[in-house]
């Protein structure tokens, strides 16, 4: 008999998150793992490389709200790079910056700047997936081991996807379905608190879960990667935007989105298009020097106060100007939703209804000095789509900025 059942990971498990909370905040479906040819459990950690991993960590700490659970670095015998791992929910961000003065770290930041370097992934059966990605064509970074501490041991393996980034998978978990280790993170970390003691009536936590994120390529590029992650990974089509639904006067771009069988991974995979100008993603290639992570969707259950909070530390959002809010034609679209709209244009969040309910989102400006990785906020309700109906508004907003930096 088949297990079509959606189950908690451990991460969500540790998180406090229920079921039913995760099926709103990131659109969870039950699937049969067991036909499955590279089955996928979840995301496990996202792995930034950055200039200064220690301000990187305290920032993502004070503006961001996440908690510091674990470090490698120095002190714990590795003497290339400091190591700070963060959570959020069942978000786990591994911030990395090159202590040694040779560490290749250092080159990657010259050449990209801060970003997404491994788009780490849980996986049940660690070898079944690298058979299956080698006998496809995958590249294999990183073959099948074993990591051992005193807390117990995780199974690892690297294959390369767009650009730079790679996917880490990792196993946590024996054949009986138990957890294999206790630690912090890794063997080679180490449980780290913080200094940082948040503002009184900082809620615990901004937001809950990862929904999506989403990769740049090189134009003609885009169907190759969709390819590469329905044949490899066993990832299934989720939706495509081409022609008049993702393009301005002066810019446009095309996306299709795939995702794992259960929909807890996804990765609208977007090229850019023919336009007058520049477009967001052509900007995106030049200054990352190539393909990459280009936005982290933060699912949140209260994005309002999150943008509050968010912005009251310092981060900027994209602005939205009023008439999308003055809009008949929006108001009608989105009928009643939980907030009102004046709350909404107050803080320029962004709604979108479909045939399954309707979304809140909103976009941070960029997080670093190059204008390239930034992040999406998104509250879901009901709607399994990525704001298709606020494709023009997000990219004219983008285009404002562009301008503003000489770029468009």
Same mark, same amino acid.
């Given at each position: 008999?088949?297990?079509?059942?959606?189950? =908690? !990971?451990?991460? @969500?498990?540790?998180?406090?998150?229920?079921?039913?909370?995760?099926?709103?905040?990131?659109?969870?479906?039950?699937?049969?793992?067991?036909?499955?040819?590279?089955?996928?459990?979840?995301?496990?950690? /996202?792995?930034?490389?950055?200039?200064?991993?220690?301000?990187?960590?305290?920032?993502?700490?004070?503006?961001?709200?996440?908690?510091?659970?674990?470090?490698?670095?120095? @002190?714990?015998?590795?003497?290339? %790079?400091?190591?700070?791992?963060?959570?959020?929910?069942?978000?786990?961000?591994?911030?990395?910056?090159?202590?040694?003065?040779?560490?290749?770290? *250092?080159?990657?930041?010259?050449?990209?700047?801060?970003?997404?370097?491994? /788009?780490?992934?849980?996986?049940?059966?660690?070898?079944?997936?690298?058979? *299956?990605?080698?006998?496809?064509?995958?590249? &294999?970074?990183?073959? #099948?081991?074993?990591?051992?501490?005193?807390?117990?041991?995780?199974? &690892?393996?690297?294959?390369?996807?767009?650009?730079?980034?790679?996917?880490?998978?990792?196993?946590?978990?024996?054949?009986?379905?138990?957890?294999?280790?206790?630690?912090?993170? =890794?063997?080679?970390?180490?449980?780290?608190?913080?200094?940082?003691?948040?503002?009184?009536?900082?809620?615990?936590?901004?937001?809950?879960?990862?929904? *999506?994120?989403?990769?740049?390529?090189?134009?003609?590029?885009?169907?190759?990667?969709?390819?590469?992650?329905?044949?490899?990974?066993?990832?299934?089509?989720?939706?495509?935007?081409?022609?008049?639904?993702?393009?301005?006067?002066?810019?446009?771009?095309?996306?299709?989105?795939?995702?794992?069988?259960? %929909? +807890?991974?996804?990765? #609208?995979?977007?090229?850019?298009?023919?336009?007058?100008?520049?477009?967001?993603?052509?900007?995106?290639?030049?200054?990352?020097?190539?393909?990459?992570?280009?936005?982290?969707?933060?699912?949140?259950?209260?994005?309002?106060?999150?943008?509050?909070?968010?912005?009251? %530390?310092? /981060?900027?959002?994209?602005? !939205?100007?009023?008439?999308?809010?003055?809009?008949?034609? =929006?108001? @009608?679209?989105?009928?009643? &939703?939980?907030? #009102?709209?004046?709350?909404?244009?107050?803080?320029?969040?962004?709604?979108? +209804?479909?045939?399954?309910?309707? =979304?809140?989102?909103?976009?941070?400006? #960029?997080?670093?000095?190059?204008?390239? &990785?930034?992040?999406?906020?998104?509250?879901? *309700?009901?709607?399994?789509?990525?704001?298709?109906?606020?494709?023009?508004?997000?990219?004219?907003?983008?285009?404002?900025?562009?301008?503003?930096?000489?770029?468009?």
């Amino acid at each position: 008999m088949t297990d079509t059942v959606v189950h =908690l !990971t451990d991460q @969500e498990r540790e998180a406090n998150l229920e079921l039913d909370q995760l099926k709103q905040l990131v659109g969870l479906v039950p699937y049969d793992e067991s036909s499955d040819v590279f089955p996928v459990t979840g995301w496990d950690s /996202i792995h930034f490389v950055v200039g200064n991993a220690t301000q990187t960590a305290h920032f993502y700490q004070s503006a961001f709200g996440m908690e510091l659970i674990g470090y490698s670095g120095p @002190e714990t015998g590795n003497r290339d %790079h400091k190591a700070f791992v963060l959570k959020s929910g069942s978000i786990r961000f591994v911030i990395k910056g090159g202590v040694d003065p040779d560490s290749p770290l *250092h080159d990657h930041v010259r050449r990209h700047g801060d970003g997404v370097v491994d /788009i780490s992934l849980e996986v049940p059966d660690l070898n079944r997936c690298i058979e *299956h990605a080698r006998g496809i064509g995958a590249t &294999v970074l990183q073959e #099948p081991e074993d990591l051992t501490d005193e807390h117990g041991t995780v199974r &690892v393996a690297a294959i390369a996807t767009y650009g730079e980034t790679r996917h880490t998978l990792v196993q946590r978990k024996g054949a009986d379905g138990k957890s294999t280790y206790s630690g912090p993170y =890794l063997p080679g970390y180490v449980k780290r608190t913080s200094h940082y003691v948040k503002r009184d009536g900082e809620p615990k936590r901004l937001f809950q879960a990862l929904d *999506h994120i989403v990769g740049n390529v090189e134009l003609g590029k885009m169907d190759e990667w969709v390819e590469f992650y329905n044949k490899v990974m066993g990832f299934v089509n989720m939706a495509e935007f081409i022609g008049d639904d993702i393009a301005t006067d002066y810019s446009a771009l095309m996306s299709k989105v795939v995702a794992n069988g259960n %929909h +807890r991974v996804k990765f #609208p995979l977007n090229e850019p298009a023919v336009g007058k100008r520049k477009s967001q993603i052509d900007e995106y290639l030049e200054f990352y020097r190539g393909p990459g992570a280009q936005h982290l969707a933060l699912a949140t259950n209260d994005i309002i106060s999150t943008v509050d909070h968010m912005r009251a %530390h310092g /981060i900027e959002f994209l602005a !939205t100007p009023d008439s999308y809010y003055e809009d008949p034609k =929006l108001r @009608e679209r989105i009928g009643q &939703v939980r907030a #009102p709209i004046e709350e909404l244009q107050k803080r320029g969040i962004l709604v979108d +209804r479909d045939e399954d309910g309707y =979304l809140l989102q909103i976009f941070t400006k #960029p997080v670093q000095d190059r204008p390239t &990785v930034f992040f999406e906020l998104i509250e879901r *309700h009901g709607s399994l789509g990525f704001g298709k109906g606020n494709f023009k508004a997000l990219f004219e907003a983008i285009e404002r900025e562009q301008e503003q930096r000489g770029n468009l």
